[in-house]
């Protein structure tokens, strides 16, 4: 192929991106050249100079080093050339970073120099003023094909001359990252936006296009720009329906409201969509179809949204979800819901304890940004634990889940999706783990829901446990299996097996004090119950919506914590459509007992722990 043929295949490949990140076309030809070359000319054009400060002088959001223009007729805006190249220093997964400091020859001393960092420290005080420092020095990226894990954002700190600019709110050029597909490398591309004179600093906008809101923009810059937010509220207030409905495709209601009748001789068709309710749910009440049109009973893994319709052709049939259940399922929305139940005290202004007491204090990092780092702040001048888990709203088995207290660290989070930070459960009850010693651990209930109005609601009383694999610290927040206890979905992190009779035993025998069945299982029956009520106070979308047709199973994780000297249950997260392998494995009969609860009305008590509303 000629010079015009390739450049033609080159943007079929990468016109869509260029688009996307507003590269002008102006410059197209020119980054095609230099991609193909390998041109890295920007030492030509710029020249780094490191800013002296008298000893006690610098902040820690001044620069260390600025990035000036070199040329001698400065760089038109308007001059097809004016495209660079800048290499990539360090490209990590957040949860590797200090594994790569420790390793990767070199690596620790260039960041220490790029940062201006001390290097003649020991390893372990550099590697800790890197992983506390480098969120103001890093960018992110992900894709958008293969499995999950796959398109988990990937962070990034470029070389030395793109580390060297600094923010400005009137910005003279634009730095975006760039996947050259044939190499399958990610640059970042440096080109201006205005006409520069030599002697100049090269500056872009570090939060180019994320917020209008400037007290939120402040909020954004602060790893870079000081600022105050100790005159700002941290209160939090419910938002209005449509904040419910946004992102939610709409769900119809049926019209419909008179209960199903079950004719008590006939076989109840399951169609599934679930492999282990198709093997396990044996009871000869019930009989497992392929043919979904035939069934009574709809078990369905894909969200269900079209209930009006449901009612109105098949009235019989249910279905194992309810309208508008996304109040529970999805983590910013449970926050919002678990807060009714607050009694009109929503936090104390002394101790900064937000209520109710069986919810993480929780911010939603999008729309309370402001309000999070007032109250974050309040935190640190009154010397509290500020540790904080944040995590996307819609993603499980702890995918792109940061634990920290470095408040630039959260900042950065909002730019690779949407996230909450929850209070870190800084205090948790441990479990001595025979094998290890003192680690975490969480408790999960797989709760049934068969009635919004009046609340007709049960937990399975089997409950599940999930351990940490290491000793628990407050420290080393990057060691996967000292701070989470979901270790079922890797193969290189073992499954500690404990079936609940054989934990309570052994609870017993380590708190003596805290009896399982008397005192710690009915706080956390309390907290489910409170929980499902105020997911039903509301009506549809700031609630769950009745629909005689659904029936649901969920599983809420929760986490037990020290408060003073009682135990307290915190409700991590309710998801929708678990994974119920370890219950069928550890209970073959658990989807026979389930079925027969939720559509024979057969609701055994040495089965299941009614969770009926105290309101009704």
């Not at 999008?366 to 995590?391: G, M, P």
């Not at 994974?579 to 494995?585: F, I, K, L, N």
């Amino acid at each position: 192929m000629d010079g015009v043929e390739l450049f033609n295949a080159f943007l079929m490949t990468h016109k869509s991106q260029l688009e996307s990140y507003g590269v002008p076309q102006l410059f197209w030809q020119t980054l095609y050249k230099k991609l193909k070359d390998q041109i890295y000319d920007a030492g030509l054009a710029f020249q780094l100079a490191r800013v002296d400060y008298e000893d006690g002088e610098r902040n820690i959001t001044d620069p260390i080093w600025k990035l000036i223009v070199s040329t001698e007729n400065g760089i038109s805006a308007q001059d097809p050339n004016n495209i660079y190249l800048v290499d990539h220093a360090w490209t990590y997964d957040a949860g590797n970073a200090q594994q790569n400091l420790t390793q990767v020859p070199g690596l620790l001393d260039r960041m220490c120099l790029l940062m201006g960092l001390d290097t003649e420290l020991d390893e372990r005080e550099k590697i800790e003023k890197v992983t506390n420092e480098m969120w103001r020095y890093n960018q992110s990226y992900s894709v958008n094909y293969g499995q999950i894990e796959d398109r988990m954002p990937v962070w990034y700190i470029m070389d030395e001359v793109g580390s060297a600019i600094n923010h400005s709110d009137e910005p003279n050029f634009r730095a975006v990252p760039f996947l050259h597909m044939p190499e399958a490398v990610i640059y970042t591309l440096l080109f201006p936006i205005r006409d520069i004179i030599m002697g100049d600093e090269v500056t872009r906008d570090f939060v180019e296009g994320q917020t209008k809101d400037p007290k939120k923009r402040r909020a954004l810059l602060l790893p870079w720009v000081h600022s105050t937010f100790e005159d700002e509220s941290f209160k939090q207030s419910e938002p209005n329906a449509d904040y419910f409905l946004a992102g939610h495709i709409p769900e119809n209601l049926p019209e419909n409201l008179d209960a199903v009748r079950v004719d008590s001789g006939k076989k109840l068709k399951v169609f599934s969509q679930y492999s282990y309710v198709n093997d396990y749910l044996t009871d000869s009440a019930f009989e497992i179809t392929e043919n979904e049109d035939e069934a009574d009973v709809l078990w369905l893994v894909s969200h269900y949204k079209t209930y009006k319709e449901l009612n109105a052709s098949s009235p019989h049939v249910f279905v194992n979800q309810f309208p508008y259940e996304s109040v529970l399922t999805t983590k910013d929305l449970l926050s919002i819901v678990c807060r009714r139940k607050a009694a009109g005290k929503l936090y104390d202004l002394d101790t900064l304890e937000t209520y109710p007491a069986w919810l993480p204090t929780t911010y939603n990092l999008s729309t309370e940004l402001v309000q999070f780092v007032a109250y974050f702040t309040r935190r640190a001048d009154k010397d509290l634990d500020n540790h904080w888990i944040c995590k996307p709203w819609n993603l499980a088995r702890g995918l792109d889940t940061h634990i920290t207290n470095n408040l630039y660290h959260i900042l950065r989070l909002p730019s690779t999706g949407p996230k909450i930070a929850q209070k870190y459960v800084a205090r948790p009850i441990l479990y001595n783990r025979p094998d290890i010693s003192q680690v975490k651990f969480d408790v999960r209930y797989v709760v049934l829901l068969k009635s919004v109005k009046p609340l007709r609601a049960y937990a399975y009383a089997n409950f599940f446990l999930r351990f940490a694999n290491q000793p628990f610290a407050l420290d080393n927040f990057g060691t996967y299996e000292q701070h989470f206890t979901v270790m079922n979905y890797t193969e290189e992190n073992p499954l500690f097996h404990e079936k609940c009779a054989d934990f309570i035993v052994e609870w017993e025998k380590q708190y003596p004090d805290y009896p399982w069945r008397t005192y710690v299982e009915p706080k956390i029956l309390f907290v489910l119950q409170q929980a499902l009520e105020a997911a039903a106070s509301q009506p549809p979308p700031k609630g769950i919506a009745e629909s005689p047709q659904s029936r649901a199973v969920y599983a809420a994780d929760l986490m037990l914590e020290w408060k003073g000297s009682e135990i307290q249950p915190m409700l991590l997260e309710i998801n929708f459509t678990p994974d119920c392998q370890r219950a069928c494995e550890y209970y073959p009969d658990f989807y026979n007992d389930i079925f027969k609860c939720l559509f024979l009305d057969i609701d055994n008590p040495a089965v299941f722990h009614a969770l009926d509303s105290a309101e009704e």
